[in-house]
T-cell receptor, first 111, second 115 residues
Framework: QQQVKQSPQSLIVQKGGISIINCAYENTAFDYFPWYQQFPGKGPALLIA?????SEKKEGRFTISFNKSAKQFSLHIMDSQPGDSATYFCAASPNDYKLSFGAGTTVTVRA | GAGVSQTPSNKVTEKGKYVELRCDPI?????LYWYRQSLGQGPEFLIY????????DSGLPNDRFFAVRPEGSVSTLKIQRTERGDSAVYLC?????????????FGEGSRLTVL
């Protein structure tokens, strides 16, 4: 069963727009929440990660917002660029090694 | 090479056959992971090695799946009596530290197709 639920399944955004991807979890043992970016034919690559002791983390155009009480977290991609077109996975970990991934969101940025 | 290397990149086999998938992690990375990614899904944890030992193999779907890492570097995922449902991309990853203090570096995967 999917321990991390991710939505939407896909989204299309215009260049310069904002992409928002949401994830929710139930397991309160999760304490590490990374986001991975995957291009076709490639393995996932870490984009940004957050721990539950902070509510927001920003790296360049990418921001994670975290709501511990709601058990939800989201990725915002600001000023979306065609090169951001990829599949994005949220994930969560309850320990030092195991990641539970969401089903993924395919983002298409139209020029 | 500098990244995680997986071979073969593609493998087509017949139902019932035996398959081996190889992973060469980044040099110096003690932790190695196998994940399975089915079409349209996120990666699913299979097994985690710390050094030569399998620290957690709870994600292996059944006893047809087995993985080894005899010298603490290269790992092989072995699948016996393959079934059509085993068709997926098998991803290997390695890390220098544990997940929460360092990132996982994934290879490009081995795409397995069972006919």
């Amino acid at each position: 069963q999917q321990q991390v639920k991710q939505s939407p399944q896909s989204l299309i955004v215009q260049k310069g727009g904002i992409s928002i991807i949401n994830c929710a979890y139930e397991n309160t043992a999760f304490d590490y929440f990374p986001w991975y970016q995957q291009f076709p034919g490639k393995g996932p690559a870490l984009l940004i990660a957050i721990r539950p002791d902070v509510s927001e983390k920003k790296e360049g155009r990418f921001t994670i917002s975290f709501n511990k009480s709601a058990k939800q977290f989201s990725l915002h991609i600001m000023d979306s660029q065609p090169g951001d077109s990829a599949t994005y996975f949220c994930a969560a970990s309850p320990n030092d090694y195991k990641l539970s991934f969401g089903a993924g969101t395919t983002v298409t940025v139209r020029a | 090479g500098a990244g995680v290397s997986q071979t073969p990149s593609n493998k087509v086999t017949e139902k019932g056959k035996y398959v081996e998938l190889r992973c060469d992690p980044i040099s110096g990375h003690t932790a190695l992971y196998w994940y399975r990614q089915s079409l349209g899904q996120g990666p699913e944890f299979l097994i985690y090695f710390q050094g030569t030992g399998a620290a957690d193999d709870s994600g292996l779907p059944n006893d047809r799946f087995f993985a080894v890492r005899p010298e603490g570097s290269v790992s092989t995922l072995k699948i016996q009596r393959t079934e059509r449902g085993d068709s997926a991309v098998y991803l290997c990853a390695s890390s220098l530290n544990r997940v929460r203090t360092g990132e996982l570096f994934f290879g490009e995967g081995s795409r397995l197709t069972v006919l």
